[in-house]
């Protein structure tokens, strides 16, 4: 598997995996309730897409290491809950530690190639 797919994919489990604490299984929900699980999936979807909006025009390339340089309030402000900040700083702090460990040189060349969809979608990191 080459490196730009396992970049993608470290981002998109990252996404995923915050998503999961918040998620409930469709097939507890009664009936009755429905309609606010629907209003609730729908909250959870916008809050995805901006968590994924916001990663994509913040993550920089600095120094060959992956970095997100807003501040825990910056990010809370923009509407996100912490604890998305906090698995986002963990999961980068690792991907930089096996970037060091496996000597790969071009990791803004591979963001740049795996995010490309996205960038068309949501722009490119702020500089």
């Keep these: ?8 994919l470290f981002i998109s489990f990252l996404i995923m995996s915050s998503c ?25 979807n916008e809050e995805l897409a901006l968590l994924q909006k916001t ?38 702090k690792e991907t930089n530690e096996w970037i060091d460990a496996s000597g790969l040189e071009n990791v803004e060349e591979i963001l740049a190639e795996s995010y490309q969809s996205l960038y068309e979608l949501y722009g490119s990191p702020q500089e």
């Design 55 to 92: 990663i994509v025009n913040n993550l920089k390339i600095v120094d060959n290491h992956m970095v997100f340089p807003l501040s825990k309030e910056e990010f809370i402000a923009l509407g996100l809950p912490g604890f998305y900040y906090e698995n986002l700083q963990q999961e980068l």
């Design 20 to 44: 999961a604490q918040k998620a409930k299984n469709e097939t507890e929900i009664p009936v009755a309730e429905l309609q606010i699980y629907q209003q609730v999936d729908s909250l959870v």
């Design 1 to 8: 598997m080459n490196i730009s797919k396992i970049i993608l």
